[in-house]
């Protein structure tokens, strides 16, 4: 059944790099528990046990918020086609903005997404699978185009709006840590 791993194997890559969705989960010790699922080619497995992940606004931000004092998260993926396995990825993680070193660097990684919000940058210390044998299956149709069109539609100056009107605090409150990147494109 069950597995643990202290490292993100080639096998775990390749079953990485076949999932359309992921999820991810964080609280502090006060907050609610946030699981947001995840998808848009958004993921990127840096090494044995290093994984970024390019958030797009939504309507919360919730996991950057916990991030400013728990930065634990985890990563689960389910499969929905083929041999049934989940895999969640533990550790540590950080939010990285546009004003921060690494960004230009990390979000090459990805394709250009103009509601590119933050980079979550997890170190991985353990690797789980379990057997995901009652998990349906579900066939994949396709992305969701919505949210880009929004975004694009929107713009950068409008996004930034939108990022100081509804995602500077969580639902408890907690600060997000976006205001420099909010005013990084003010200038």
Not at 65 to 83: D, N, V
Not at 148 to 165: L, S, T, V
Request: with cysteine.
């Amino acid at each position: 059944m069950g597995k643990r791993y202290e490292a993100i194997s080639t096998e775990l890559q390749d079953f990485i790099a076949r999932q359309k969705l992921f999820f991810v989960g964080t609280a502090t010790d006060t907050s609610r528990v946030n699981i947001s699922p995840k998808g848009m080619d958004s993921l990127r497995v840096l090494g044995a046990n290093r994984v970024i992940w390019l958030n797009v606004t939504g309507s919360g931000n919730e996991t950057a918020a916990h991030l400013q004092t728990h930065p634990r998260m985890t990563i689960m993926f389910a499969a929905f086609e083929g041999a049934p396995m989940i895999l969640r990825l533990y550790g540590t993680a950080r939010a990285i903005h546009c004003t921060d070193a690494e960004w230009p660097a990390l979000y090459a990684q990805f394709p250009a997404n103009t509601g590119a919000r933050q980079i979550f940058d997890l170190q991985v210390d353990l690797v789980q699978t379990s057997c995901g044998m009652a998990v349906p299956f579900f066939d994949y149709q396709g992305e969701r185009e919505q949210l880009n069109q929004w975004a694009n539609k929107k713009g950068e100056a409008d996004i930034r709006h939108y990022w100081r009107e509804k995602n500077r605090f969580s639902l408890d409150g907690i600060a997000t840590g976006i205001d420099k990147a909010i005013t990084a494109g003010e200038s």
